[in-house]
């Protein structure tokens, strides 16, 4: 009688507010209980309001009631947690269409809590309860509910898998073993799975190691985008700071010049003004004795004449002309083109200097490579020594020179068949693979050839393009004829502008994603740039193009 008192419906012994049991239960003054933390964390969301209610019945009061917990209720419930008889489950705890379902509950199923390998069954929790009290299921294995038991069941023998073929990879049961998998490699599903698991840490391992390696290159790239940014945010302030002052000195210079060209100005009207003013005082002079003269000239009196001409004939012979010279309109045109060389010299350097900034800002590397060597000598820090490899070379190419030079041949040599080897190009790749900075130099005689990087995996067999050094993503080729040059990758094909030379210099920056090739003569001219990413080791190719006798060489760099 009393197991069947407690025989009730869940929810009364479930909390309203997290619809699960009670956990601490406490009882309201309306009577309604709840767990302790749950009304607790409502009314504290309430207590903006100075008013608590029942979530229930709402019910207000006006004084926070004090929580005491129900210790009958709360001995209740931890009688239905111990004797499991939880009738009338939540409707959360059956099984949906989504779940898997307890095998062993008739009617409405309840979500299954573990799956036995064993027993290939699925069970809810209080079906589960034998598989911990009774010995005979300790060596059964429990794992995650599972609807794919059945998948562990033979479907010839109907007997669970417990064996693993390693010869054909695949799960297999006891007689499978003696039957169609007689004399394979056959351990227990668990042996392989631990060696399969050790597998997989060491896999695990690798990613992890590799996850870090990624994580300090990305702080790294973000150290390289704070350093990028703190330091062009500085130079364009300090650059500000430097024009202003040159503004300012500019502006200075422009009023002194301004200044003196109009002290000068003052002085030399000065000087005209007072030469202008002597001028006119003299003229007034003359014209007053060319008048004594006139008068003199028409005196009728013949002593009277003569008396006075001595006098006046003396005056006039005095009289000197004018010795002023007037110079060129030229006064301050010279100020003028001395500043007109000040501006085309200061025009210049700021042209000049602008270049080199542009260059500078340009050749910024953000890849945590240090920058492209600038002189031959700089290169030659790189150099790597290249040799072909003649399991790669194509049948018309002899090798020679330590297998540094290719000829191409008339007719086909007697090479060995090897799996590597080009069968329809002339073509070759090195024996060396490429990672790092590497730089080499090719020298080429004849009609042309393709200077190369290729990932090993190009394809060697047949006439497609897939082959080919610049007609895939697997290769990058430049085409260098007697006229002109060609960078081709994956088809697309760029032309190229240059000085003509014989010999190719080819830079690979592999981490940074670099491949340059340079014109080599006396000075080294950059042909073309290509910026990507590298995802396998690169190997150097050469392809002499067109007819027999044309070489292409990898040169010893002292």
Known sequence: MAQKGVQLDRETFSCSICLDLLKDPVTIPCGHSYCMNCIKTHWDEDDE??????????????ARPVLVK???????????????LQAAPADHCYAGPEDVACDICTGRKLKAFKSCLVCLVSYCEKHLQPHFESPAFEKHKLVDPSNKLLENICSCHD????????????????????????????VSAAAERTERQRELEVSRLNIQQIIQDREKDVKLLQQEVEGINHSADKTVENSEKIFTELIRLM????????????????????RVKELQEKLEQEITELKRNDAELQQLSHTEDHNQFLHNYPSLSALSESTDSSSINIRPLLYFEEVTAAVSEVRDKLQDVLREKRTNVSLTVTEVDVLLSQSEPKTRAGFFNYSREITMD??????RLLLCEGNRKATLM????????????????????????????????????GEGVNVAVAYKNISRTGSSYECVFGQN???WALRCDENSYTFWYNKIKTPVSGPQSSRVGVYLDHSAGVLSFYSVSETMTLLHRVQTTFTQPLHAGLCPLYTSGNTAEFCKLK
């Open 410 to 445: 008339k007719h086909q040599l007697s090479h060995s068949r090897h799996p590597d080897r080009f069968t329809e190009w002339h073509q070759v790749l090195s024996r060396e693979s490429l990672n790092g900075r590497c730089y080499w130099e090719v020298e080429w005689r």
């Open 251 to 270: 502006e200075e210079r422009s009023s002194d010049v301004k200044q003196q060209v109009r002290s000068q100005q003052r002085t030399e009207l000065s």
């Open 49 to 62: 309001n100075k008013l608590h209610s029942c979530p229930q019945c709402r019910q207000t009061f006006t």
């Open 70 to 84: 129900n210790t009958m209720l709360s001995d209740l419930v931890e009688q239905l947690k111990k004797t499991g």
């Open 473 to 475: 993503n697997k290769s």
């Open 159 to 186: 007997e669970v898998m417990k064996m693993f073929c390693r010869t054909d990879q695949q799960c297999i049961c006891y007689l499978c073993s003696v039957d169609e998998h007689k004399g394979h490699d056959t």
């Open 390 to 395: 003649p399991n790669t070379a194509h049948t």
